[in-house]
Nanobody, 116 residues
Framework: QVRLVESGGDLVQPGGSLRLSCAASGLNFKLHPMDWYRQAPGKERELVATIGTGSSSTNYADSVRTRFVISRNNVWNRVYLRMDNLKPEDTAVYYC?????????WGQGTQVTVSS
């Protein structure tokens, strides 16, 4: 059974940094692209960043492109999201996501709050 578990969310001041982590199990991790999504209160869930099976293939939402970095460790079956220069509008629940055998899998989410 595929399981994704996020961690690392916190309350941080504007301009601060966080690193989110997602631990994956139940799948051949190195064969699956991985994504980070976020959902702010009252808004739809949006794609933040994607990483291919090799770390050289990444894509970002325009709103985070210069501030966030997605990475992965195929030995430890983890995907990370490094977030710098955080803004209040980055406040959201952040979710790890992948697809396996045409099915979507989501973690439980981790809360990121950016506030002074």
């Amino acid at each position: 059974q595929v399981r994704l578990v996020e961690s690392g969310g916190d309350l941080v001041q504007p301009g601060g940094s966080l690193r989110l982590s997602c631990a994956a199990s139940g799948l051949n991790f190195k064969l699956h692209p991985m994504d980070w999504y976020r959902q702010a209160p009252g808004k739809e869930r949006e794609l933040v960043a994607t990483i291919g099976t090799g770390s050289s293939s990444t894509n970002y939402a325009d709103s985070v492109r210069t501030r966030f970095v997605i990475s992965r460790n195929n030995v430890w079956n983890r995907v990370y999201l490094r977030m710098d220069n955080l803004k209040p509008e980055d406040t959201a629940v952040y979710y790890c996501h992948t697809q396996s055998r045409a099915r979507d899998y989501w973690g439980q989410g981790t809360q990121v709050t950016v506030s002074s």
